[in-house]
């Protein structure tokens, strides 16, 4: 197992210059360039300078002087210069990351709950009022627009009931767990929902399939209360493909968080991303961009792993 | 299972007509997109009629869902957004099932280095992270209905070519497949009448899900202020542009929103009855 | 199987929203007013900054000046007042002199006893090293070339700065609206001090300001706690701490500081309404020095065929309702603009009445410069289609609207107006090169009325292409003058002809709503580029 992580890690490394080459190509060939940031706002800036900003920052030098120039930044570990802050883009990133990784974190574990307590109950009691109801209620997380949902539980429990804190990771100056956990509830109920659906739906039909195996047959036939065989045998076999897909969804998590940090103001590095599109930030956003591929990448081999660690019949070697 | 044997497709239609939320699913989604597609005839006023004296109205019944923020009626906005959303997402599903259905039959078909090059492109297209190499591409040309379709559909193939791929690599030694080679059928005609038709199911669960995927895309999208722009109206960037009176003035995001929520949820359940349909494993016992 | 029926349902639909539910025990107003007895100002700021050094910040600086002080700021009412300066020289007050080699001495009295941050005293040498930097080729500031008249900076003592300009320049007393510490940057180049991320990002930040930088948590806020030692005496500032919290989603703002968290934050003018009547709070209508406008290019051959003859764009500016823009689309909460000089300004013009809403006038000068309704209802002339594309900046609502606006009303006098969209950075570019028809747009402008980079032939903000000589002189002859009563009458002449010209329609002036907690005191918004914090350090919170 070992050496088969150790090749797939081997892997990525060729796979992580294609990768870079092409971004590389797709961000520098959108119209549009830095300069554009100096105007936010309508502020009057003389126009000629933009052209000796551009020259400053090198961006009107060849492409593949730049991206020779950006990938000894980015071999040299710190991913070059931001071109808003002016910070090496490694140190942007890692001071935005935790927040993302918490969030992604938590939304995950909500998710993986509130799916297989739903995916249980669903197929044992199939095609019940309530296997619709739960179907129902967790494909309105796919069907509500994610922005639409964020704003209306901040009106909800922000405005009117005032329970819950609307924006940000806690209240500045009154730091405590509590205080932290509150602020984190909205934002995570949002990402969670998304995918509560597509994990209880597959756990459901994978439940179905195993519920008339013949091993579960056998151990209803010796009497063993049906807690013990959905619970302890079905569930437990049932649930191998779907964490494999659950792994597989993580990447897609740092998809979703680029909305959801978005519309919370949650200092995450989804939300810079967008930030630093609008202003052609260049490096920042292959920073971005490359850790979000790692990402999918490594979730990817989690996702192979998982499954290969949980299915006594798959070995890598 | 007493009945003689039917053709899969006659079959599927069997399985999903007693899968009722999936049928009143497929009877809403119908009834609205044909609304939406007869939105000149049906809609009371042209979907650019500003009237600055009159924006955002409450409901009435001059105007079914009020008026927008120039006076417009929501309602025939309404219609003619759904022409486009519910455009963009058939579009792009198309395109995204039909690429990823090459791509996979390609490489599941011939195998070898044409296999292992065309899934390095997928792995490497499945490795971007969606949503920010959407906005990266959304930058890239006027938002225009037919660019976010190619955006969306180039953006969500790689699942599709990975289970094609699968599902052909299994059957291409099938002894059916074995006798149409003998019988000296040409490759493109072996992928295209014996292999695809049995692959069928995955891909058309694929491509439904797909038409609600993209339609929330766009939504999501025209939050970020890179979807398709107005004039041209969406449901997405209706929802959008109420979204700052929506405490105020409730209607003009409940009535592009609900819009999104039905057909997306519609859309999904006809998947989901589509899986269980097709799903041997699934089926009522 | 009983077991299994009563737990999970419960489980499945009730895990999510339970925990919020669990949560919930009230913080919503906890965040007002005073935390262990210190007064905190909470903020709802609509982005976050870039860098902290307002000469190379990209952004509308306005939370520097909680710590940093220039010689100047702007007040409420678009005027310059001293701050660090003791007062604004003048040719009446005898600070500004005449010298016979044609150049101009301008003399600022600095305010004794003011200290950095760190201690250090604050002087004249400090002004001198802020003007070398800014003036330096590689500063990137964003008004580097208005800094370029000074020639020469000496310190006849800590507390005079004597400039020798070249010559008169209106714009000599809106300059240094900020001073940097030379001290801190000893022996750096001007490339260093730009990327200097101890003062960029607040390790090094000083100024001279009210309030000292606490933290900046990246992408969440900036804390700013109070300068003990202040130089306008013990008792200012007169709160202990000021949060910004960056919270760039207009929605969520709103509901931020509609949850009762924060005691200041701007929304958009349509959500005016909304919090028109909240408890606790006042809406101020800030009408800012950025004017919604509509610009018509003559750049272009294409441009040049249909916006070539004065006549025509005339007719087309009355063929628009800006009354109903400002009044309806906008619902009142803006003031129609007649000119580009916001009437806060004393230089404003209040003579100049903008064109009249008169469609059939507008039809009547279209017919007579011989544009006639075709068989489509779109006008021709020759063979050519009265048809143009308005270019237009994707997620801007209020510039979208209005160009929707404009599009129906020039319709109905036959002109087709086709839409083309473009993300922002891609705007920006097109913009710039000139490759465009028509857009909707808004200038940031300073509280100095010089009109001249914007509508000069060729001047570096004239993207139009409009080129006019003798509005030229008259707007150079207007920067040269330094007194109100030499400047204004050119100033209104500059206005006039700019009417005459059409090349530009002004619309409204863009309002910046700001709701304020009436917990603030002192609060005196401004509608300046350099916003509404000007006067910080006599705000009070109850």
Known sequence: MTAYIGRRLLQMIPLMFGISLVLFALIQAAPGGPEGALLQGGRMVDARMLDAYRHRLGVDKPVPEQYVRWLGAALSGHLGVSYSSSQPVSKMILERLPATLELMGVSFLLAALAAIALGIFSAVKQYSAFDFLGTGFSFLGIAMPVFWFALILQMVFGVWLKWLPISGTHTVGATSFSDHMEHLVLPAAVLSLRYIAGWSRYLRSSLLGVLRADYVRTARAKGLPERVVVGVHAVRNALIPVVSVMALNLADLFSGAVITETVFAWPGIGRMFVQAMLARDYPLLMGILLLGSVMVLIFNLVADVVYAALDPRIRYD | MTDEPRSPAAEIWRQLRRHKPAMVSLVVFLVIAAACLAAPVIAPYPFDAINLTGIRQAPSLHHLMGTDDLGRDLFTRVLYGGRISILIGILSAVLGTGLGTLVGALAGYYGGRIDSLLMRVTDVAYAIPALPLLIVLASYTQAGVGSMAVIIGLLSWMGTARVVRGEVLSLRSAVFVEAARALGASSGRIIGRHILPNAVGPIVVGATLAVGNAIIVESSLSFLGLGVQPPIPTWGNLLQDATSTMATNPWLTIFPGLAILVVVLAVNFLGDGLQDALDPTGRST | ?542
């Not at chain 3, 409204?508 to 918004?525: C, F, H, I, K, L």
């Open chain 3, 1 to 542: 199987m009983d077991h299994v029926r009563r737990t999970f349902p419960t489980m499945s639909a009730l895990v999510w929203l339970v925990a919020a539910a669990a949560c919930g025990s009230g913080s919503g107003d906890a965040a007002n007013g005073s935390i262990g007895g210190r007064r905190i100002l909470r903020i709802a700021y609509l982005r976050e900054i870039d860098v902290l050094n307002p000469f190379t910040s990209q952004n509308l600086v306005d939370i520097e000046f909680s710590m940093m002080e220039g010689l100047v700021t702007t007040d409420d009412h678009n005027s310059y007042v001293p701050v660090l300066a003791k007062e604004i020289p003048t040719e009446e007050n005898g600070l500004v002199t005449r010298r016979d080699d044609g150049t101009v001495a301008i003399t600022w009295p600095l305010h004794s006893g003011v200290r950095w941050h760190d201690g250090a005293p604050f002087t004249s040498a400090d002004v001198c090293f802020t003007w070398r930097f800014v003036s330096s080729p590689g500063s990137q500031t964003y008004n580097r070339d208005q800094y370029l008249g000074i020639k020469a900076c000496d310190t006849p003592d800590d507390t005079t700065v004597v400039f020798t300009w070249d010559g008169l320049y209106g714009y000599y007393d809106g300059l240094f609206e900020a001073v940097l510490p030379e001290h801190v940057f000893r022996g750096m180049s001007t490339d260093q001090i730009v990327n200097d991320e101890g003062f960029n990002r607040g390790r090094t930040t000083l100024g001279t300001g009210p309030f000292r930088l606490a933290e900046w948590k990246s992408g969440e806020y900036i804390r700013v706690v109070r300068n003990d030692d202040y130089w306008r005496g013990a008792e200012y500032p007169r709160i202990d701490e000021i949060v910004w919290s960056f919270i760039p989603d207009d929605n969520t703002r709103l509901n931020a500081i509609k949850s009762g968290g924060y005691h200041w934050s701007q929304i958009q003018p349509v959500q005016v309404k909304d919090v028109a009547h909240l408890p606790g709070y006042h809406v101020h209508l800030i009408s800012s020095n950025s004017v919604m406008h509509l610009d018509l290019n003559v750049g272009t051959p294409h441009g040049r065929l249909l916006f070539g003859d004065p006549a025509v764009r005339r007719a087309l500016f009355h063929a628009i309702d800006r009354r109903a823009i400002a009044d309806q689309l906008m619902e009142g909460t803006v003031a129609l603009a007649d000119t580009p000089l916001n009437p806060t300004s004393p230089y404003h013009d209040e003579s100049v009445q903008g064109y009249a809403f008169d469609p059939s006038l507008a039809r009547r000068m279209l017919d007579a410069a011989g544009w006639w309704p075709g068989r489509d209802g779109v006008r021709t002339k020759e063979g050519q289609r009265f048809s143009f594309t308005l270019l237009n900046r994707a997620g801007s609502a209020d510039r979208t609207a209005v160009g929707q606006v404009i599009q129906a009303q020039l319709r109905d006098v036959g002109i087709e107006v086709g839409f083309e969209t473009l993300e922002s950075a891609a705007w920006t570019q097109r913009w710039r090169t000139g490759e465009w028809e028509a857009l909707v747009s808004a200038w940031f402008l300073s509280a100095d009325p010089s009109l001249t980079s914007l509508y000069q032939c060729d001047g570096p903000n004239n993207m139009t292409g409009m080129c006019d000589p003798g509005l030229d002189s008259i707007m150079e002859a207007s920067d040269r003058r330094l007194d109100f009563a030499g400047r204004k009458p050119l100033l209104n002449q500059v206005q006039e002809r700019l009417h005459d010209d059409a090349f530009t329609l002004p619309i409204y002036y863009n309002v910046v709503p700001e709701v304020v907690s009436d917990a603030v005191g002192n609060y005196r918004g401004s509608g300046t580029n350099f916003g509404s914090f000007w006067n910080l350090w006599e705000w009070t919170l109850r």
